[in-house]
């Protein structure tokens, strides 16, 4: 049955929809919004199926992948729009595509970036990630040189969604942790003979970390570090050094989660949704076993990215967890409480339409990505 809302929410009210144009200065265009908006909107063009953003630091370019498997990038100060030559090839199918992309933790000095893509393996598919260096030969022509493969799931999933790929670095740069979804199988993610429907702790070469808490049996064990996951879309560390991640769940169930070292968050044993075709999965229990979610939606949000807010345009906001949604077309702000393992849906904003993913620039701004074929790429600023 329908499991009842656990979480509650402020609804602004609904923004209106405005067209834009490929933007060509830095003013960009501007997006009409609801009065209530606590934030004005300006687009720098549209994209197809843009999928991550991320700031290149040092530079404040700003780049983007596109899910059939190309890599964008935009300079706000003029709104120029490059390319970059040397992305994998992709599988473009499903939810598959061009996924994550992330700057090394000493990109300053290696210009190390990390991509993930949907690999075609045989009649199915897996999840994948490599590095390369970056570099620029102009305003608007980038190359990813000695591009390759470091990491790929352990198992070809035959089905074409659930891929997750997002990538996070350790807060002191050692580490990096990467969502592996669960492909849409389910089983998966209480194997542990299987690196799928799970968080997994690498070094920056893709290989296993020491002190992860499976090392003992072997790979692809050694690579994780939690497990019992679906489709992890949001993937970040809180200021306070904790790791928290977003799930779609079935029909119901979306969830936050604290990530915690060996920790079993139950998928598909345990969850606040149903299956699709309205069977019921048993709802968490204290005494079940399994982590429990910080909360959780019902009906879904459908989250898609998030981030925690540090700047200063938005002071009230800082250390608050920002979440972009494809079912609800919002941006969620949300407190979290990593002690209590709690969490709390403060507002939401209701967008034009869908949102895929968010980043914050170094001057505070927030940038969204919107979803589909003619995706906007937004800069949020405060209104007043």
């Given at each position: 049955?329908r499991?009842t809302?656990?979480?509650?929410?402020?609804?602004?009210?609904?923004?209106?929809f405005a067209?834009?144009?490929?933007a060509?200065?830095?003013d960009?265009?501007?997006v009409?919004?609801?009065?209530?908006?606590?934030?004005?909107?300006t687009?720098?063009g549209?994209?197809?199926?843009?999928?991550?953003?991320a700031?290149e630091p040092?530079?404040?370019?700003i780049?983007?992948?596109?899910k059939?498997g190309?890599?964008?990038f935009v300079a706000p100060?003029?709104?120029t729009?490059?390319?970059?030559?040397?992305?994998p090839e992709?599988l473009?199918?499903g939810q598959?595509?061009?996924?994550?992309?992330?700057f090394a933790?000493?990109?300053a000095?290696?210009?190390?970036?990390?991509?993930?893509w949907?690999?075609p393996?045989g009649e199915?598919?897996l999840?994948?990630?490599?590095?390369?260096t970056l570099?620029?030969?102009?305003?608007?022509?980038?190359?990813l040189e000695?591009?390759?493969?470091?990491w790929?799931?352990?198992?070809?999933?035959?089905?074409?969604g659930h891929?997750s790929h997002?990538?996070a670095?350790?807060?002191?740069g050692?580490y990096?942790?990467?969502?592996s979804g669960?492909r849409?199988?389910?089983d998966p993610?209480q194997?542990?003979?299987d690196?799928?429907?799970?968080?997994?702790?690498?070094?920056?070469?893709?290989t296993a970390a020491?002190?992860?808490?499976?090392?003992?049996?072997?790979s692809p064990?050694?690579?994780?570090?939690?497990?019992?996951q679906?489709?992890?879309l949001?993937f970040?560390?809180?200021p306070?050094?904790n790791?928290?991640?977003?799930?779609?769940?079935?029909?119901g169930?979306?969830?936050l989660?604290?990530v915690?070292r060996?920790?079993?968050?139950g998928?598909?044993?345990?969850?606040?949704?149903?299956?699709?075709?309205?069977?019921?999965?048993?709802?968490?229990?204290e005494d079940?076993g399994?982590?429990?979610?910080?909360?959780?939606?019902?009906p879904?949000?459908?989250p898609?990215?998030?981030?925690f807010?540090t700047?200063?345009?938005?002071a009230d906001?800082?250390?608050?967890l920002?979440?972009?949604?494809l079912?609800?077309t919002?941006?969620?702000?949300?407190s979290?409480d990593?002690e209590a393992?709690?969490?709390?849906?403060l507002?939401r904003?209701?967008?034009?339409?869908r949102l895929?993913?968010?980043a914050?620039?170094?001057?505070?701004a927030?940038?969204?990505?919107e979803?589909?074929?003619e995706?906007r790429?937004?800069?949020l600023?405060?209104?007043n």
């Amino acid at each position: 049955m329908r499991k009842t809302i656990l979480s509650t929410a402020l609804f602004a009210s609904a923004l209106g929809f405005a067209s834009c144009s490929h933007a060509q200065s830095g003013d960009g265009d501007t997006v009409e919004l609801g009065e209530e908006a606590p934030f004005t909107a300006t687009s720098y063009g549209t994209f197809a199926a843009p999928w991550a953003i991320a700031f290149e630091p040092g530079t404040g370019r700003i780049f983007l992948t596109e899910k059939a498997g190309t890599i964008k990038f935009v300079a706000p100060a003029t709104g120029t729009v490059g390319a970059v030559d040397g992305a994998p090839e992709v599988l473009n199918r499903g939810q598959g595509g061009l996924g994550d992309i992330a700057f090394a933790p000493d990109y300053a000095e290696s210009g190390t970036v990390y991509i993930t893509w949907a690999q075609p393996e045989g009649e199915g598919a897996l999840a994948a990630m490599g590095r390369g260096t970056l570099v620029c030969h102009s305003d608007t022509h980038c190359e990813l040189e000695d591009f390759s493969e470091i990491w790929r799931q352990s198992h070809v999933g035959e089905r074409f969604g659930h891929y997750s790929h997002k990538i996070a670095f350790s807060p002191d740069g050692e580490y990096l942790f990467l969502a592996s979804g669960d492909r849409q199988e389910g089983d998966p993610a209480q194997d542990l003979m299987d690196n799928r429907g799970a968080v997994l702790r690498l070094n920056l070469d893709g290989t296993a970390a020491e002190g992860n808490p499976f090392a003992e049996m072997g790979s692809p064990a050694d690579q994780i570090w939690s497990y019992g996951q679906r489709n992890l879309l949001g993937f970040e560390f809180a200021p306070d050094g904790n790791l928290w991640d977003l799930e779609h769940g079935p029909a119901g169930g979306d969830e936050l989660n604290l990530v915690v070292r060996g920790a079993n968050y139950g998928w598909p044993v345990r969850s606040n949704g149903d299956n699709y075709d309205g069977s019921d999965i048993p709802d968490h229990t204290e005494d079940d076993g399994f982590t429990k979610p910080a909360i959780f939606w019902n009906p879904v949000i459908a989250p898609s990215d998030m981030i925690f807010y540090t700047g200063d345009m938005f002071a009230d906001w800082q250390g608050q967890l920002l979440v972009t949604t494809l079912r609800t077309t919002a941006i969620a702000r949300i407190s979290v409480d990593a002690e209590a393992n709690s969490a709390g849906e403060l507002a939401r904003y209701t967008m034009p339409t869908r949102l895929r993913s968010i980043a914050e620039a170094p001057d505070g701004a927030i940038w969204v990505a919107e979803d589909g074929g003619e995706g906007r790429l937004l800069r949020l600023t405060p209104a007043n």
